[in-house]
């Protein structure tokens, strides 16, 4: 999954309030949800994948918001509405605790341990929900926060992504986090160029399947413009 800038978005008149990032609130949830379900899929839209619209945002989005909202933040199209987010948390194991202990429980009825072997990408997904440990890899240690990063295309190629990454590492950096890691999927080119940029690098983990993983300092060049 990929990707604030004050660079008003082109696609808009000149008179509209350029798009910039700020804290998470709660009514942006259901835009939240949104952005995940509309980028998740190699960085595209994944509803023709997935039936349900709330699974894959109970992944990826929706825990973090719920479990450090004071590591979320949006980028707001200038008209209040989230059109982009960066989440994540400052400590992997804790998280991962956190999500079986307080964020599982309440979704076991709806999305039930799959009985056997995926059959779906649905099933698939649901196995994922049922297993958070999964992100505790040993050659990650180094890296103790993770994050996930994503943007609407029509705000895309502008800037934004660099800004809400930006702001999610000063954040990280501020509490003593040294290190970040993301994790990715390997044939999603655009996403990994972009990362590139950001000064991510390869991080080696035994079996990584699909996955990339990448990790950097969480530390931002003073002269990085700011939101």
């Given at each position: 999954?990929?990707?604030?800038?004050?660079?008003?978005d082109?696609s808009r008149?000149?008179?509209?309030?350029p798009?910039?990032?700020?804290p998470?609130?709660?009514?942006?949830s259901?835009?939240?949800?949104?952005i995940?379900?509309?980028?998740?899929?190699?960085?595209?839209?994944?509803?023709h994948?997935?039936?349900d619209?709330?699974?894959?945002?109970?992944?990826?989005?929706a825990?973090y918001?719920?479990l450090?909202?004071?590591?979320?933040?949006?980028l707001?199209?200038?008209?209040g509405?989230?059109?982009?987010?960066v989440?994540?948390?400052?400590?992997t194991?804790?998280?991962?605790r956190?999500?079986?202990?307080v964020?599982?429980?309440?979704?076991a009825?709806r999305?039930?341990?799959?009985?056997?072997?995926a059959?779906?990408?649905?099933?698939?997904?649901?196995?994922?929900?049922?297993?958070p440990?999964?992100?505790?890899?040993p050659?990650?240690?180094?890296?103790?926060?993770?994050?996930?990063?994503?943007?609407?295309?029509s705000?895309?190629?502008?800037?934004h992504?660099?800004a809400?990454m930006?702001?999610?590492?000063r954040?990280?950096h501020?509490?003593?986090v040294?290190?970040?890691?993301?994790s990715m999927?390997t044939?999603?080119?655009?996403?990994?160029a972009?990362?590139?940029r950001l000064g991510?690098?390869v991080?080696a983990v035994?079996?990584?399947?699909?996955?990339?993983?990448?990790g950097?300092?969480t530390e931002?060049?003073a002269?990085?413009?700011?939101p």
């Amino acid at each position: 999954m990929l990707c604030m800038s004050s660079l008003p978005d082109p696609s808009r008149s000149s008179s509209s309030p350029p798009a910039s990032v700020r804290p998470y609130r709660p009514d942006d949830s259901s835009a939240l949800y949104d952005i995940c379900v509309r980028t998740a899929h190699v960085g595209g839209d994944s509803r023709h994948l997935y039936p349900d619209p709330d699974l894959l945002p109970s992944l990826f989005a929706a825990p973090y918001a719920a479990l450090e909202p004071e590591l979320t933040f949006v980028l707001d199209d200038g008209r209040g509405r989230a059109v982009g987010y960066v989440l994540g948390t400052a400590d992997t194991p804790a998280f991962v605790r956190a999500f079986r202990d307080v964020w599982l429980p309440p979704l076991a009825g709806r999305y039930p341990k799959p009985a056997g072997p995926a059959r779906t990408p649905t099933d698939e997904m649901i196995g994922l929900l049922h297993w958070p440990e999964r992100m505790v890899l040993p050659g990650l240690s180094g890296y103790p926060a993770h994050l996930h990063i994503d943007l609407l295309p029509s705000h895309q190629g502008q800037g934004h992504g660099r800004a809400l990454m930006h702001t999610f590492l000063r954040a990280l950096h501020r509490r003593g986090v040294g290190a970040v890691h993301l994790s990715m999927v390997t044939a999603n080119t655009g996403a990994r160029a972009f990362y590139d940029r950001l000064g991510f690098h390869v991080i080696a983990v035994p079996d990584p399947g699909p996955l990339t993983y990448l990790g950097r300092s969480t530390e931002v060049p003073a002269e990085a413009a700011r939101p």
